[in-house]
């Protein structure tokens, strides 16, 4: 009796193997979604901190802007650029040296996270003693970035300037000792002069070490200290863009939430659309199209109707989940409406193009199904709506390119644009325009499919 039983079983799903292989493309599809997915995160996480096929590790880019021009800032940016962690990119793409308004419109429109401004009078304050003039022009949604960049600022300062920056700091902490605890002018001014005795007797024993032991000289930058609120030790004044006139703390807040708003909110658009122009295969299955095929309604008529339905349901969708965004998470969409309106009417357009196209080449349900979850998550994780490819230190440069051949980039750009950085409708066309071309292009392939292998499969 159990012997038939396993029999019968055995027999059962080997029947059911060869059932599911059948469908030779939606097999393929099942295995290559995992495998799309683990060289997407292979490819992001794990070249972070790793060497190129140069022997290279990948290094941060911070834009610099040298308002001082003397020897002391150029030695910092050369420290910068000689970096193991960081490169300097002073010039823009034209071959102009950045200034102070180039980097400030850079965060503005979203071109860079962050820019370095040494400021002028920094080679002097230096040569005093004092801490020198540095401002950091950030986009406070990026405070990743933010962190790994103080701390390759401090190795750089560190290496160009160490030994001028360690009194610097030294002076700058008994004064600000003092200040709290309202000791007496004299009292600091001797402090002060036991502090520069105890670095002038350092430096003598550092050079004569140095000179009986030349290799004490060569130190490995990955053994310098890392610590964290280097901002604040180094005295940087920070200037954050975004976010319009909000204060720091509302800013952040609104930060960490408009990206997984917007970036969920676009990955579920492309399912939800998807799914509904899948119904093509389920009306041909059943008959319907060929109904609808042999009235004299216009062969176009009927795939244009599929669309206006696709598109008014995902606009429906958009709202409901930005408002959900307003109302429970206080997202700031009520001043973009407007551009919101926009960018999502084109995102839809784009996206129902995508889900219509995808229908309309597969040959079965499990076909759509496997190739549309494949491409949305693909998209999805390379688009920027799951995590910000920008904010990532050594993501690859291709990886970041491929980023803007998919619909989730240009969506999530636009909405980043309008309700984050605060800038007027017109800085998002671009981004609509690309959205549009995209559901027009669709839009006809999608055309051309149907017609080939739904009219014509169904002999009218």
């Known amino acids: 009796m159990i012997i038939d039983t396993i029999r019968l079983a055995v027999t059962l799903a080997v029947k059911d193997l060869r059932l599911y292989s059948r469908d030779k493309t939606g ?27 140069s022997g290279q590790s990948s290094k941060l880019t911070l834009t610099v802007a040298d308002m001082d021009g003397t020897d002391a800032s150029r030695k910092l940016v050369a420290a910068i650029d000689d970096s193991k962690f960081s490169r300097a990119k002073t010039t823009t793409d034209d071959g102009k040296a950045y200034t102070r308004d ?8 979203g071109s860079i996270s962050l820019g370095v401004v040494l400021e002028k009078g920094f080679g002097d304050k230096l040569e005093a003693g004092d801490v020198p003039p540095i401002e950091v022009i950030r986009d406070p949604a990026r405070e990743v970035t933010f962190q790994i960049s103080s701390q390759a600022l401090f190795m750089a300062l560190m290496e160009a300037h160490g030994n001028k920056l360690g009194r610097a700091l ?15 002018p ?60 909000l204060d720091k703390k ?21 399912f939800g659309l998807t799914a509904c122009g899948g119904t093509l295969l389920r009306e041909r299955e059943e008959g319907t199209l060929r109904r609808l095929f042999v009235t004299p309604a216009p062969r176009g008529a009927i795939l244009a109707g599929k669309f206006l339905f696709t598109f008014a349901l995902g606009l429906v969708q958009l709202v409901v989940m930005f408002a959900f965004g307003a109302v429970v998470f206080r997202l700031p969409i009520a001043g973009h409406l407007g551009g919101i309106l926009v960018v999502s009417t084109a995102l839809c357009a784009a996206a129902t193009a995508f889900g219509i196209f995808i229908a309309s080449i597969g040959r079965t349900q499990k076909q759509i199904e496997g190739f549309a979850t494949l491409v949305i998550l693909v998209m999805s994780a390379v688009g920027g709506s799951w995590f910000p490819l920008n904010d990532m230190v050594g993501v690859p440069q291709w990886m970041i390119f491929a980023s803007h051949f998919t619909l989730n980039a ?29 559901a027009v292009v669709l839009s006809a392939l999608a055309t051309l499919f149907f017609r080939k292998r739904f009219a014509s499969a169904e002999g009218v």
């Open 410 to 438: 240009w969506a999530m750009d636009a909405y980043q644009d309008l309700w984050w950085r605060n800038l007027p409708v017109s800085y998002v066309l671009p981004e609509v325009g690309v959205l549009l071309g995209i």
């Open 250 to 270: 509302e800013r952040e807040r609104i930060a960490r939430i408009s990206q997984p708003i917007a970036g969920t909110a676009v990955m579920m658009l492309l």
């Open 102 to 109: 180039d980097i400030y419109e850079a965060v503005r429109d």
């Open 186 to 245: 004299e009292v600091v001014g001797g402090i002060e002069r036991i502090a520069a005795t105890f670095f002038d007797t350092l430096d003598t024993e550092i050079t004569k070490a140095e000179a009986h032991s030349p290799a004490a000289k060569s130190t490995s930058t990955t053994d310098a200290p890392v610590f964290s609120g280097m901002a604040s030790m180094l005295g940087i004044r920070e200037t954050t863009v975004g976010g319009g006139s």
């Open 170 to 184: 030294t002076k700058r902490g008994l004064r600000d000792l003092a200040k709290a605890t309202g000791l007496p």
């Open 27 to 53: 097999l393929a599809l099942g295995f290559l979604l995992p495998i799309s997915l683990v060289s997407v995160f292979a490819g992001v996480f794990g070249s972070i901190g790793m060497s190129d096929d």
